[in-house]
């Protein structure tokens, strides 16, 4: 078993923004100081380059500064979304599983420790897509020399369903850390998911933001979370509390953190990114030029509205 699977076990998973200003260029500067303080959270390391973070919109070379900024802020594990980046058209599975590959290798280039595999929503079309699905996770493994996230990634974001045989066979290999779900509103999928990976000695991950707390009751016992981009310590609360065994406390902490979560993540799913851009700036994260999603819909004033008084209704109620 990898050693990173202890490590991360019982901990939570910033899935981190990339502050940018109005234009779509990155903002350094902000970025440097949002991961200082992300950092000082109570977590267990981060993942970069995920949905929240908008990896694969990025340039290959703004990847690489993304990803070592983190690096120069923190010694804690680093986990590295792949996949086939926005700006390509791969002609072909084999296509879109070597530019998966080479992604792999910029994250262990670039100082990863570990990378979480989009999956390639062509190989559900396939009679045996199950098989060239552990394939992929296989190759990227093998020419990355890095361990992997498994991403059950399914609705609006893209991706498709993993069944739970799917689950159970990347499991199976020595490199895979766990898997996570990241459905939003799939609760049997999600579960079946997480039951699936039982008995298997690697990490239950849930990316289920919407779904946090339920989650941990069917047996996720590690969160890699968008909603945990800011508000860090919401999410913490509520696997600390279940890992004690103190269930008043979590269900205080599971309704706090939905409550929030009631606040970013709805329709337009794609708006969850400004929504806890947003959340950041509140919290003093982010500076006001430093917080532009280019890539998700145009949202109203009034979503902005919500989110700050969901936040100063959270904090009266502490």
Do not use: C, N
């Amino acid at each position: 078993m990898h050693p990173l699977v202890e490590q991360l076990r019982g901990t939570v998973l910033p899935a981190v923004f990339t502050p940018m200003d109005s234009t779509g260029v990155i903002a350094y500067d902000a970025l440097s100081a949002y991961a200082g303080a992300i950092a000082g959270q109570d977590i267990g390391g981060i993942a970069v380059w995920a949905h929240t973070g908008r990896g694969l919109y990025l340039s290959a070379a703004d990847r690489a500064k993304v990803l070592e900024t983190w690096r120069q802020a923190t010694a804690a594990p680093i986990v590295a979304g792949v996949g086939v980046p926005r700006s390509e058209s791969p002609q072909s599975l084999r296509d879109a599983a070597d530019l998966t590959v080479a992604m792999a290798l910029q994250a262990a280039d670039a100082g990863a420790d570990a990378v979480m595999v989009y999956p390639l929503a062509g190989l559900a079309e396939l009679p045996d897509g199950h098989a060239q699905a552990v394939k992929l996770h296989e190759r990227v493994a093998v020419e990355s020399g890095l361990p992997l996230v498994g991403f059950y990634l399914h609705g609006e974001a893209g991706g498709y369903p993993y069944p739970p045989e799917l689950i159970r066979d990347l499991l199976s290999l020595d490199a895979m850390l766990g898997v996570k779900t990241a459905t939003l509103d799939r609760a049997i999928g999600t579960q079946d998911a997480i039951w699936a990976g039982r008995d298997t000695g690697k990490l239950l991950i849930t990316g289920e933001d919407r779904m946090y707390g339920p989650s941990f009751m069917w047996g996720a016992d590690t969160a890699l979370v968008g909603i945990a981009s800011a508000q860090v310590e919401l999410s913490v609360a509520v696997l600390r509390a279940w890992q004690a065994g103190e269930h008043s406390a979590f269900l205080t902490a599971s309704d706090r953190l939905d409550r929030f979560a009631a606040a970013t993540f709805y329709a337009p799913i794609e708006g969850y990114v400004q929504r806890m851009i947003w959340a950041a700036v509140w919290e003093g994260l982010l500076p006001e030029e430093a917080a532009h999603d280019p890539y998700g819909p145009a949202l109203p004033s009034t979503e902005r509205e919500l989110v700050i008084r969901t936040l100063e209704a959270l904090q009266l109620d502490k």
